[in-house]
């Protein structure tokens, strides 16, 4: 399961948004305390209590949970799993609710609450990424989902990335291009099959290599952007990639200039390629005459005079 957190200073527009989805049979309420079913309505319920902490700036936290495409849950489960995943954060009577989104293949809800509780005091925000990470593998277990390896699903996030999930309900693309490169690279290998693997995923990479056609990094183009190995996950640097792949230490870069895949170093393919094609007619390799002399060669060589009559 994959959590995603941000926090925020207007519930408006989350309210809004999740609404919408609601409003389209994209998303239904799981649950909530709130006591009114209208946007402005509950933004009004949250605001009454965060007035308890005029000076919080950021009092609005919006969390999504998605589970892997394999795993689903009911949704009395997912209403459970919500509200402990609530409680695990330490949010304890304050404003909540909880939607669950139909608008994608894999399961996910999202859950807007307060941090700012009714007695007046604050949810800390202290680690709470990695009190999340941990958290979320506990409830893996308890509700016997899927449990992931630590750091195996992605490097951390960029803000604009959990903004654009949390928004559109969509998983990151970059997380998206591990998953593939992830589900591909299980079996070891050629660098070939590799690529033709990832081409049926719409994924193209792109070889970095010397003029000797030693490899020294890879980068993936997934939906109009490129990537390298390392900004998708460490685990997918070049160094980590090549323990996996056959034929990894050296390609022909000749090779690799006709497939398109060699990136700053085509100029110097091209040289070694045009220095590397053999001779037509090589006249320094060719048999002495009886006077010791190569005449091939004199008569390339030497220049012509002409005779006066």
């Not at 139909?102 to 807007?112: F, K």
């Given at each position: ?58 009092a609005v ?8 495409y ?8 997912f209403?459970?799993l ?10 304890i ?38 009190r999340?990470?941990?958290?979320v593998?506990k ?12 750091n195996?699903e992605?490097n ?13 309900g ?12 992830n ?8 660098i070939f ?27 993936f ?17 070049w ?7 056959y ?10 200039q ?7 170093n085509q100029?110097e393919a091209?040289?070694?390629?045009k ?6 007619f090589?006249?320094?390799q ?24």
């Amino acid at each position: 399961m994959i959590s995603k957190q941000v926090k925020g200073k207007d519930f408006f527009n989350v309210l809004k948004y999740n609404q919408g989805k609601v409003d389209k049979g994209e998303a239904i309420v799981l649950d909530t305390n709130l006591a009114s079913r209208k946007v402005v309505m509950q933004t009004k319920e949250f605001n009454v209590v965060r007035q308890l902490r005029p000076n919080l700036s950021k009092a609005v936290y919006h969390t999504s949970l998605s589970l892997p495409y394999s795993d689903s849950l009911s949704d009395e489960e997912f209403t459970n799993l919500g509200k402990d995943y609530l409680k695990g954060m330490g949010f304890i009577d304050t404003n909540y609710i909880i939607y669950k989104h139909l608008d994608r293949d894999h399961r996910h809800i999202h859950i807007v609450a307060n941090r700012v509780k009714f007695s007046g005091d604050v949810v800390s925000d202290s680690q709470d990424y990695k009190r999340s990470e941990a958290l979320v593998r506990k409830l893996e277990l308890k509700y016997s989902l899927t449990v992931l390896e630590k750091n195996k699903e992605s490097n951390v996030l960029s803000k604009g990335e959990i903004e654009k999930c949390l928004r559109t309900g969509e998983a990151p693309e970059r997380l998206e291009l591990q998953r593939i490169i992830n589900e591909i690279i299980k079996h070891n290998q050629s660098i070939f099959e590799f690529e033709k693997k990832l081409k049926e995923k719409k994924v193209s990479i792109k070889l970095n290599a010397s003029s000797e056609g030693k490899i020294s990094g890879i980068s993936f183009e997934y939906k109009g952007k490129t990537y390298k190995g390392s900004q998708v996950n460490r685990k997918l640097s070049w160094s980590k990639l090549k323990t996996k792949l056959y034929e990894q230490n050296r390609i022909n870069p000749i090779i690799l200039q006709n497939t398109g895949k060699i990136g700053k170093n085509q100029q110097e393919a091209r040289r070694v390629r045009k220095t590397s094609e053999p001779n037509s007619f090589n006249y320094s390799q060719q048999p002495k005459t009886d006077l010791g002399e190569n005449r091939g060669a004199e008569q390339v060589n030497k220049p012509r005079v002409r005779r006066r009559r």
